[in-house]
């Protein structure tokens, strides 16, 4: 009886030790890894900000108004922003990768289907920002060629158009991520295709005098028009 | 000469065969086969009667059409050249058409010219429009002679204008251009203006010649590239400036992008032009100053107004990131006036197309959509100098224009504590 209870132990320690023995190098495999993907992360972190810097992405950021948006959102400049995500990127690139090291079935199987994600997050990062910046350069120009017309809704074309290309982008950021993509690619589909219905049939029907005194303005009366305002030069 | 030339080998074939020459004309012509006929009769007429013992050639850059090229002679290939002997001259007047494929640019044709002067040596050399219909002998002579005889480099129109013709001009780029580089050149965006071979050839070593601001507006930077350089500038008189009335009047917002950009764009360029300069020096001009006439005109001011304070209204956010807040917000009061008390002091204009200048430097939003900003703004002010000088004579106008030139001058450094200043940041 106290011979087998003694077995038992040292069994337990033997294979304890064992574990150990075994588990102890991948850890310190998988701890050698991430500081040397900390190193890594922060040396692409420094040159991406040398090389951003040297093609002045901010002062284009600011000319298309992202910074604005940026600032907003209290985010720091692009050049920062952009060189900051690099560096978290691949230092979790490397941290899932040390992880992996340790052998552990289950999370490798998790790490796998993660590291196969990060790509489509990453694009559809930049797709929002890419969005909301055309929205906002575009939406920009449209106010502006409005009340330069002398349009009386110039607040509303701008916000119609923000509006459509934010819902454009966000459809086109949750397909990506393959967040319920049918019912996005639907949803988008009937609400797009039945804003320009309605604006259809409201311009048509309920606008016909104002479509045509548009057109007229538009095509007939544009040297009148003009002919109103000093000759600039 | 410069090293790479644009002129196709046809062409300087031709211009060679032609010779070195004393005088070059250019004329930009557009798909109008009778204006450029009128013009080259115009121009001919000028060097007979004003040039009889000169050698002269008449250089027509068109493209994408053959109207004008049947109007300079001969429709043979790229290039046709005319000879047109004469009864009073005592030379041959050539005429040489450089046929692009496409209509070029203004930036391009002005090349085209400047290559070709340069190429023979051209002593004086003009560039008119043959949209101009009442293009004279004597417009001619006014823009060659004060190159050929005494050797001026640049040489600017001035014409006889409306009272309320040409506001752009006399309230903002005349006065602006006077307090920045220093010369009292009023007309810098006409598309008449003379010039030396001289100030050519230093024009066309310029590395400038892709940019979009020189493609679209290059008289501008030509008179700039010439005051900036030492070259001897003056002003001569042509007369009324009448246009042809085909197609639309011109698209405010396009000639805001083609000149208050373009100044702006200069500026930029040419910083340390004008930093420096502390007063403005008067240019010698050859026949009288600038004239006004007054006639009935048929202008909608309450519209402008209307346009004026929509505006501002709409463009809350944007002028916001643009303006000085003080500014900002004085513009924001005056909003809220009355048509009939309502007033756009100088002082206030200047600040404020100052701020414009300084948040283009700094590229606070696109430039392009800084400048389309500005329209509603300079609409407030023509609202009030409509307002102002309903009645007023043209010496009182004349009167206005120069104290509003005073406050351009007396502000700058305000500009250029702007202009220096580091890009502040704005949420």
Known sequence: MRQTILQGLVQAYNNLVHMIADFLPRFLVMLIIIVLGLLVAFVLKYILRIVLSLTKLD????????????????????TALLSRSIFWLTWFGFILIGLSVLGIASLQEQISRLLQFLPEVFVGILILFVGLMTANFLSRAVLLAAVNAGLRSAKILTWSIRFLIWILTISMTLEELGVARQTVISAFSIIFGALMFGLAIAFGLGGQDLARKALEKYLGNTNKERDKEPQPL | MAEDTILADDLIRQLISVGEVDLIVGISSHNNATA?????????????????RQRAVIVNVCGGNNGDRDASGSGLGDLAEKNVPSVNSLRTVHRVTADFSVPPSPG?????VLTAADLLRARACAIVSPGTTNLTPDRIANLLMPVFREKFDFVAPLYTRQKFQGLLTRNLLYPMSRALLCSGIR???????GFSGRLATACLNQDVWHEEPIRTRPEAWMAISAISSDFRCCQSFLG???QSATGPGPDIVEVFRQTVGNLFWCMDSRQSTWLDCKRSEPVQTFGPGQEL??????????????MFRNGVAELGPILGSILDPETHAEINSIVACEENTF????DLWVRTVYDFAASYHHAVINRDHLVQALIPLYRGMIFSFLMEHSHSSAAEIESANEKLCVEFER?????????????????
Do not use: M
């Open chain 1, 59 to 78: 002062r284009v950021s600011e000319e298309a108004g992202a910074s604005r948006i940026l600032r907003i959102a209290h985010l720091p400049s692009i």
């Open chain 2, 36 to 52: 450029t006929s009128h013009a080259y009769h115009a121009i001919e007429q000028g060097f007979q009667q004003h040039f009889s």
């Open chain 2, 108 to 112: 391009l044709a002005l090349r085209t």
């Open chain 2, 187 to 193: 007309e810098l965006y006409s598309d008449e203006w």
């Open chain 2, 240 to 242: 009324q400036k009448l």
């Open chain 2, 293 to 306: 006439t007054s006639v009935q005109t048929d202008l909608d001011a309450g519209r402008i107004f209307e």
């Open chain 2, 343 to 346: 007033r756009f002091r100088s």
């Open chain 2, 411 to 427: 502000q700058k450094p305000y500009l250029t504590e702007k202009w220096q200043a580091k890009i502040e940041v704005k949420s």
